[in-house]
């Protein structure tokens, strides 16, 4: 099955700092949106930020004006920069990309996942 590419998960103290990339797979053509979301243990996944093709974002109230998501067209990856982080933002990151594949088929590709844990 087809994967997104994450990466940049880790520990980090309360306050800190991470940044997650996601890479999209070369089987879609055109991207349409790119979100993330993440779940947090015992709970249900969450949308977390969005960004449509248009480049108009969205943000989950608990994150907004901490995180901030961004893409490189050129590259296809999206990010998601995440500043002044809580305990409480301690889940399993996932990117979620819409789009078209080449012969033009709707398709939703999914990251593997990045732990993001923050603790002091």
């Known amino acids: 099955q087809v994967q997104a590419v994450e990466s940049g998960g880790g520990l980090v103290q309360p306050g800190g700092s991470l940044r997650l990339s996601c890479a999209a797979p070369?089987?879609?053509?055109?991207?349409?949106?790119m979100n993330w979301y993440r779940q947090a243990l015992g709970k249900q996944r969450e949308l977390v930020a969005s960004?449509?093709?248009?480049?108009?974002?969205n943000y989950a109230d608990s994150v907004e004006d901490r995180f901030t998501i961004s893409r490189d067209n050129g590259k296809s990856t999206v990010y998601l920069q995440m500043n002044s982080l809580k305990p409480e933002d301690t889940a399993v990151y996932y990117c979620?990309?819409?789009?078209?594949?080449?012969?033009?088929?709707?398709?939703?590709?999914w990251g593997q996942g990045t732990l993001v844990t923050v603790s002091s």
């Open positions: 979620l990309i819409a789009g078209l594949s080449w012969d033009e088929r709707d398709l939703e590709v």
């Open positions: 960004m449509t093709r248009g480049g108009s974002t």
């Open positions: 070369g089987s879609i053509f055109s991207i349409n949106s």
